[in-house]
Each structure stands twice: as structure tokens, then as C-alpha cells.
């Protein structure tokens, strides 16, 4: 059974770090594109970013709104992907969830982990 | 950036109805990179269309989904009270590589 579990959620203050982790099992991580997708309080969802296997050249992509001040990355050997986020912004206030699925879509879904930004 | 627009934005129907929900998009979407999810209060997202029309594994054959180019459509044949829900569309592209739609909430008239 394929499980993604999140973690390291939390309340930060405007401009500073956190660090989520996505504790991964079920399937072969080291083949698998990873994406994080958030959601706002009451929003849609908006794809963050991924990135690609290692055997694919292990590359990330970015949404512009993220791009520069968060990093994705993978731990193969620990099957874990992070998301390490710098210089939050209020509007980076969600649940951020883990998920995969063919790269092109996304068949499994973590349960997602709640980021707040508040001074 | 291809933009996809979902309406209604909310379509309150009752059970055993059949509701039709509409993405369109800015550009033309390849048929296989269009998915459909489903979400209810408090869960994550469920896949339950890819390839603009093929069904999710364990997706019951209510839900179908069909259209091409900038114009696609999910329909549940009979609504079942567990179908109320959110239903958001998505496209997988160049760049960025995925975008949803706004999504459409299906609600209990």
C-alpha cells in the first residue's frame, strides 16, 4: 500500500525557514517523480513544485510564486523528499501536501501538513 | 502559462441528478494530460479522471469524463450523497508543468 506521510508543520514567523519532510513507502521512491501541492485556508490547490527521479536527471521545477526561496529535495536512501522553505511570507500560510503519481498526474496523496505564517 | 477556468463555481444539485462540470482552458491541453480530482472537507484531493476520460482505479463508472482541446467536461451520471464534494481540474504542460483549475463545489440543493 502506497503511504506519504508529511511532517514538520508548524507556526513561523514572516521570513523565516521551515523544513517538511515526506516519509515515503509502498512503491520504489528512487523511480518516482515527487511534487508538493498546497492549499490556502478555504482555496484551491496550487502545485508548488517537483522533483524528477534521479535516473531522470533529478531536476526540480518551480511555481513562480515559490521559485528562489523554496528548495526541493530527496533522500533516495531514506526514501524521503523535503521541501525546505525560506523567506515565508503570510501568503505562504496552507497545507502543503506530498504527492506522486505518473508525472503527469497524481494518483496518491498524502495527508497533508499545515504551514501557518504569522507574526 | 496555460490558465484553466472551471464553471460553475458551485452547482447545487440533489441526490440522483446528473451533474455536468466544465474546465476550459487558456490553450490547448493534450487529451492525456487532463485529470480530474475530487475533494471533501478536511481530505486530500482523489484522482479520478487522467487522460481527460480514462477512470482512476476503484472510480465508479457514474463518474466519466470526456472533451479536447480547450474544452472538457467531467460528468456524474447520479449524483450519491458521497459525491458532494469539490471537483478540480488539471493540465500537465511545459511551464509550468501543472496547473488546476479554481474548482467547482458540487453541493445538496
Known amino acids: 500500500e502506497v503511504q506519504l506521510v508529511e511532517s514538520g508543520g508548524g507556526l513561523v514567523k514572516p521570513g523565516g525557514s521551515l523544513r517538511l519532510s515526506c516519509a515515503a513507502s509502498g512503491f520504489t521512491f528512487s523511480n518516482a517523480w515527487m511534487s508538493w501541492v498546497r492549499q490556502a485556508p478555504g482555496k484551491g490547490l496550487e502545485w508548488v513544485g517537483r522533483i524528477k527521479s534521479k535516473t531522470d536527471g533529478g531536476t526540480t521545477d518551480y511555481a513562480a510564486p515559490v521559485k528562489g526561496r523554496f528548495t526541493i529535495s530527496r533522500d533516495d536512501s531514506k526514501n524521503t523528499l523535503y521541501l525546505q522553505m525560506n523567506s515565508l511570507k503570510t501568503e505562504d500560510t496552507a497545507v502543503y501536501y506530498c504527492t506522486t503519481g505518473s508525472g503527469k498526474y497524481f494518483d496518491y496523496w498524502g495527508q497533508g501538513t499545515l504551514v501557518t505564517v504569522s507574526s | 502559462e496555460i490558465v484553466l477556468t472551471q464553471s460553475p463555481g458551485t452547482l447545487s444539485l440533489s441526490p440522483g441528478e446528473r451533474a455536468t462540470l466544465s474546465c476550459r482552458a487558456s490553450?490547448?491541453?493534450?487529451?492525456?494530460?487532463l485529470a480530474w480530482y475530487q475533494q471533501k472537507p478536511g481530505q486530500a484531493p482523489r484522482l479520478l479522471i487522467y487522460?481527460?476520460?480514462s477512470r482512476a482505479t476503484g472510480i465508479p463508472d457514474r463518474f466519466s469524463g470526456s472533451g479536447s482541446g480547450t474544452d472538457f467536461t467531467l460528468t456524474i451520471s447520479r449524483l450519491e450523497p458521497e459525491d458532494f464534494a469539490v471537483y478540480y481540474c488539471?493540465?500537465?504542460?511545459?511551464?509550468?508543468?501543472?496547473?488546476f483549475g479554481p474548482g467547482t463545489k458540487v453541493d445538496i440543493k
Open positions: 490553450q490547448s491541453v493534450s487529451s492525456s494530460y
Open positions: 487522460g481527460a476520460s
Open positions: 488539471q493540465q500537465y504542460g511545459s511551464s509550468p508543468p501543472v496547473t
